[in-house]
């Protein structure tokens, strides 16, 4: 069974940067055509891809957030990271990890980010 869990600081004032990890387990976060994605959810709002990292270790990023995201994974821990930079209060969000070939077929519980001043 796959299950995915985010950690993060939960709250962040602007314009530091916010790190999270997604940890996965039952799954190698190497395995052939798995993508594996950060999704966020601001409050109120719908659901928004941020980025992903695939299993060649290809980036592919929202073109609204690139310029200030960053994905990366340590396949030695069969996790992933989202560093997203200069944060404002508009980046406040629940970040999901998900993963999957072509959908989102696992999701993580969700963390809660909260950017105030």
């Known amino acids: 069974q796959v299950h995915l869990k985010e950690s993060g600081p939960g709250l962040v004032k602007p314009p530091q940067t916010v790190s999270l990890t997604c940890a996965v387990t039952g799954k190698s976060i190497t395995t052939a055509n798995f993508y594996w994605s950060w999704v966020r959810q601001p409050p109120g709002k719908g659901l928004e891809w941020m980025g992903a990292?695939?299993?060649?270790?290809?980036?592919h990023y929202n073109p609204s957030l690139m310029m200030r995201t960053s994905i990366s994974w340590d396949t030695s821990k069969n996790q992933f990271t989202l560093q997203l930079d200069t944060v404002t209060p508009e980046d406040t969000a629940v970040y999901y990890c998900?993963?999957?070939?072509?959908?989102?077929?696992?999701w993580g519980q969700g963390a809660q980010v909260t950017v105030f001043a």
């Open positions: 990292i695939s299993w060649g270790n290809t980036l």
């Open positions: 998900a993963g999957g070939i072509g959908a989102l077929d696992y």
